[in-house]
């Protein structure tokens, strides 16, 4: 049940933590035990409030081992360019053995003029990365400044990963609720789906996931444009994967997953870093995790979007507190 376990959050978690390390299971068994005393007695002696459960170790491993809580930015983008598609801010509430998970709109407004034109109205949130010239800890030092939270790591994946991910864990059942009809000959996109169920492999998944609006004169009931309501189909088919691939036994695949991600990643997370934290996502309820959008207003074009701050402020505060790093 323990392996079960361990396999099932890894893999599911792995969609949004997405920072793999090339290590075996065992390494993960023998030495989590020691790591996790000694995590524990370092946080209480430096003040922290913990469970009492915290340092009662031996025990088991995965209630005795406490790290501080952290965020981790995620962001995805197509192999063609660097702007990202999706960006997520995901906290591990180590305290609480909770995760929460922030969708935030690419159509964003910045408050700086990262393209330093003199011009605030094109600098929207998903050039950060290409304008911080792919560099992860200048990404998230932005991030940092605009949403107003700590942020310890930052990965970021390819399409592709996504499209292989979804493929090792196989089809996803998940009902398409409007017509979708897209093609983009610039980036060979191309989405037709009616109404109804289907059965998703990777490759249909991206395009379910990074379709925005229809062709001109295609009715639909969706023809908003913006990245909103894109990022509820993206929510709601996270949600799809957890609960049909939760009671499924994936460890012949864990090698192949493992490789997978770590091969395709651009983090400033160390294998250490893994091995270290790896103890407390297992420890999370899947079923609770907290998915939450950044909370904008509508802009007069319609398509870009600015925060709203006092929201924003009140949702840091309940959902991604973590420490400075």
Request: glycine share 4%.
């Amino acid at each position: 049940m323990a392996i079960k376990k361990f396999f099932l959050t890894f893999t599911v978690v792995m969609l949004v933590f997405l920072m793999g390390a090339g290590i075996a299971l065992i390494q993960v068994i023998n030495n989590a035990e020691a790591k996790a005393i000694a995590k524990a007695q370092e946080a209480a002696e430096g003040g922290f409030d913990l469970p009492d459960t915290a340092i009662d170790g031996p025990g088991n491993i995965f209630e005795t081992y406490v790290t501080k809580p952290m965020n981790v930015l995620v962001l995805v983008k197509d192999e063609v360019g660097a702007n990202t598609d999706a960006i997520l801010l995901v906290n591990f509430n180590t305290y609480d053995n909770k995760i929460s998970m922030m969708w935030i709109p690419r159509d964003l407004m910045l408050t700086r003029d990262i393209n330093k034109d003199g011009d605030f109205d094109n600098d929207i949130i998903n050039m950060v990365y290409a304008n911080s010239g792919l560099d992860i800890d200048k990404t998230i030092k932005v991030f940092e400044d605009e949403i107003g939270c700590n942020i310890k790591y930052g990965a970021v994946m390819t399409l592709k990963v996504f499209r292989e991910l979804i493929d090792e864990l196989g089809r996803v059942t998940f009902e398409v609720p409007y017509r979708m009809l897209y093609n983009d000959p610039y980036q060979d996109l191309h989405i037709n789906f009616q109404p109804g169920v289907y059965q998703f492999n990777g490759e249909d998944a991206e395009k379910l996931l990074r379709f925005r609006k229809n062709d001109p004169g295609v009715e639909s009931d969706y023809v908003n444009g913006s990245d909103l309501q894109r990022i509820k189909m993206q929510q709601d088919f996270m949600k799809a994967v957890i609960e049909q691939k939760s009671n499924l036994f994936f460890i012949a695949k864990l090698r192949d997953i493992i490789n997978l991600i770590f091969d395709n990643l651009n983090t400033n997370a160390s294998i250490n870093d893994i091995i270290d934290f790896l103890p407390e996502v297992l420890k999370a309820d899947l079923s609770a995790i907290s998915m939450l959008s950044l909370p904008v207003t509508d802009t007069t074009d319609h398509i870009h979007l600015l925060a709203v701050e006092d929201e924003l402020d009140e949702m840091i505060t309940e959902y991604f507190k973590a420490p400075a790093n």
